[in-house]
């Protein structure tokens, strides 16, 4: 019989159900652990969350067992979670339109967590009060090594792309993606450029400028050993794995912001991984990474 605990999480009551399983075995790190992350973590990263449809994957049987990307919110969602509905166009399942659950705050986090949705990912754009998609207020770079390149070249790549932002008038955020690559953020408000074209001009005149070690294609021919500047991100349809989801690999590593001082003085790519405890003691010494300087102060998001 499934092990079943009530608890109170803000002002909503919640059934968390085998809190003992091993969702990470190498790593010997329970459910329980993974709604600890996401409870503790949830003041800074519910910055990045709110208002963004959210699209979760989910590994019942743990990182090692089957998974699922899952758009539409679940069945027996309880009616207090704000879901949005939007249209898909193209859908593979032959729907007009998916019921998404937007996380907002620290019950519905908690909620999907103990469904096992290790990790969360959002499009560059949010939904008002009444659930109508907004224009994006994100643009991002999503930097995708071909092997043998590593976080390494992805980071060569990075800093070019915070030199050209800068030429623009933009500030770059960076994070690891969690895997094997990493995301350049871009704050993207009272600009008249649709992102998505924009990003695909920069990645193109990159490819360009460095032949040798960028392609802005996702032919698999053109990719190893070169790092791949994906702008495709920013169509409205896609979305990115958030800021400090954890991700399934063998250890709970995050999808975590890091400093372009930490990007430059780098030596290997180890230097760019960091778990779930990582990244809760670097919250405590830096705060929140992915807020531009001009706005720390007010604890607002990107």
């Given at each position: 019989?499934?092990?079943?605990?009530?608890?109170?999480?803000?002002?909503?009551?919640?059934?968390?159900?085998?809190?003992?399983?091993?969702?990470?075995?190498?790593?010997?790190?329970?459910?329980?652990?993974?709604?600890?992350?996401?409870?503790?973590?949830?003041?800074?990263?519910?910055?990045?969350?709110?208002?963004?449809?959210?699209?979760?994957?989910?590994?019942?049987?743990?990182?090692?067992?089957?998974?699922?990307?899952?758009?539409?919110?679940?069945?027996?969602?309880?009616?207090?979670?704000?879901?949005?509905?939007?249209?898909?166009?193209?859908?593979?399942?032959?729907?007009?339109?998916?019921?998404?659950?937007?996380?907002?705050?620290?019950?519905?986090?908690?909620?999907?967590?103990?469904?096992?949705?290790?990790?969360?990912?959002?499009?560059?754009?949010?939904?008002?009060?009444?659930?109508?998609?907004?224009?994006?207020?994100?643009?991002?770079?999503?930097?995708?090594?071909?092997?043998?390149?590593?976080?390494?070249?992805?980071?060569?790549?990075?800093?070019?792309?915070?030199?050209?932002?800068?030429?623009?008038?933009?500030?770059?955020?960076?994070k690891t993606s969690g895997n094997k690559?990493?995301?350049?953020?871009?704050?993207?408000?009272?600009?008249?450029?649709?992102?998505?074209?924009?990003?695909?001009?920069?990645?193109?005149?990159?490819?360009?400028?460095?032949?040798?070690?960028?392609?802005?294609?996702?032919?698999?021919?053109?990719?190893?050993?070169?790092?791949?500047?994906?702008?495709?991100?920013?169509?409205?349809?896609?979305?990115?794995?958030?800021?400090?989801?954890?991700?399934?690999?063998?250890?709970?590593?995050?999808?975590?912001?890091?400093?372009?001082?930490?990007?430059?003085?780098?030596?290997?790519?180890?230097?760019?991984?960091?778990?779930?405890?990582?990244?809760?003691?670097?919250?405590?010494?830096?705060?929140?990474?992915?807020?531009?300087?001009?706005?720390?102060?007010?604890g607002e998001g990107p």
């Open positions: 019989m499934a092990e079943k605990v009530r608890v109170r999480v803000g002002d909503r009551e919640l059934t968390l159900t085998n809190l003992t399983k091993v969702l990470y075995p190498q790593a010997g790190f329970t459910k329980a652990e993974v709604i600890d992350y996401y409870s503790r973590v949830s003041e800074i990263m519910l910055r990045h969350l709110r208002g963004r449809p959210m699209t979760v994957k989910r590994f019942p049987s743990g990182v090692e067992g089957p998974s699922f990307f899952e758009k539409n919110r679940p069945a027996h969602t309880p009616e207090w979670v704000r879901t949005a509905r939007l249209p898909v166009p193209g859908s593979t399942k032959d729907r007009e339109t998916i019921d998404f659950a937007v996380v907002d705050d620290l019950p519905t986090l908690v909620y999907l967590a103990n469904l096992a949705a290790l990790e969360f990912h959002a499009p560059m754009w949010r939904v008002d009060e009444d659930g109508r998609a907004q224009n994006p207020d994100l643009m991002v770079f999503d930097l995708d090594p071909g092997a043998p390149a590593t976080i390494m070249e992805c980071r060569r790549v990075a800093l070019r792309l915070r030199e050209v932002l800068r030429e623009d008038g933009l500030d770059g955020l960076p690559g990493m995301q350049v953020y871009v704050p993207w408000a009272h600009r008249e450029e649709v992102p998505s074209d924009y990003a695909k001009a920069l990645a193109q005149r990159l490819a360009r400028e460095r032949p040798e070690e960028i392609v802005s294609q996702m032919a698999r021919k053109l990719r190893p050993g070169k790092v791949l500047i994906d702008w495709s991100q920013n169509n409205p349809a896609k979305t990115t794995v958030a800021p400090y989801s954890l991700r399934a690999n063998p250890m709970p590593t995050v999808s975590a912001p890091i400093t372009w001082e930490e990007l430059e003085g780098c030596e290997r790519p180890e230097d760019l991984v960091f778990t779930a405890g990582d990244v809760l003691e670097r919250i405590g010494r830096f705060g929140d990474l992915m807020v531009p300087p001009e706005r720390s102060a007010t």
